[in-house]
């Protein structure tokens, strides 16, 4: 279930942010250009909603329903602390030493005081959390997009973005956890929250739902690359 949720979710994540700023719905036709994959990539989108819909969601839905509010927050939180590590070195690659010096902080105060990151004592600190990873980085380093691509399992990507999943993995707790079942079952309870947390944003999807995740995607990288920098053609 992580290959599901991990990754597609966490983009759902963000063009839920574009939705509110209002950015879906230009560059629609710039966004087809971007899919030259598009038949290998709808049989891949189909293949990777029908497990979320028969697996990830119904456990995601369970999980929100036994779950104290409170429970489920704190949990959040300590997979978002740890998600703090690859803000930090992606940030510092990027040569965002403000940022970064952010990131640092979060993870000290978070972890200390936030108890492993259980609560976010950082936030009202004014300590706002980044999001970066290594396809960001490879953006900011000058390397273009490519193709957009839909990865079994993982959900939406580019050839960039997909090139920098590796990297970013490393920067994760899993490959350090020599206990197996310890390690499969943080996992498994990662990919439960996230896709937990995102179950009322769906509604906010219409029309052609490929067609909604894909350009949704693809504005949002493109958001992200430049910090917020866009232009917007409309």
Not at 40 to 56: E, G, K, Q, V
Not at 60 to 67: H, N, P, R, S
Request: proline share 5%; charged share 20%; hydrophobic share 40%.
């Amino acid at each position: 279930m992580h290959v599901i949720g991990a990754r597609w979710i966490v983009r759902l994540g963000g063009l839920m942010v574009l939705v509110g700023l209002g950015l879906l719905p230009a560059m629609a036709q710039a966004a087809s250009e971007d899919d030259p994959w598009e038949g290998f990539n709808r049989a891949m989108f189909r293949f990777n909603d029908t497990l979320d819909t028969y697996a990830l969601k119904p456990v995601a839905q369970g999980y929100q329903a036994v779950t104290p509010q409170f429970l489920e927050d704190g949990v959040h939180n300590v997979f978002g602390n740890l998600g703090d590590v690859g803000n930090l070195a992606n940030n510092l690659l990027q040569g965002k030493l403000h940022d970064a010096g952010v990131d640092t902080g979060r993870l000290i105060f978070n972890t200390t005081f936030g108890l492993l990151g259980f609560f976010d004592v950082a936030t009202p600190m004014g300590l706002q959390k980044n999001d970066e990873d290594f396809g960001q980085t490879l953006g900011a380093w000058g390397l273009g997009s490519g193709p957009y691509l839909v990865i079994p399992f993982l959900g939406p990507s580019s050839v960039r973005d997909a090139t920098g999943k590796l990297p970013d993995s490393f920067l994760e707790p899993y490959p350090y956890m020599g206990h197996v079942p310890t390690r499969n079952v943080t996992r498994a309870v990662d990919v439960v929250d996230t896709r937990a947390s995102l179950l009322s944003a769906e509604k906010l999807i219409s029309g052609d739902k490929y067609i909604f995740i894909r350009n949704a995607y693809l504005q949002n990288r493109e958001f992200k690359v430049q910090d917020g920098q866009v232009e917007d053609d409309f």
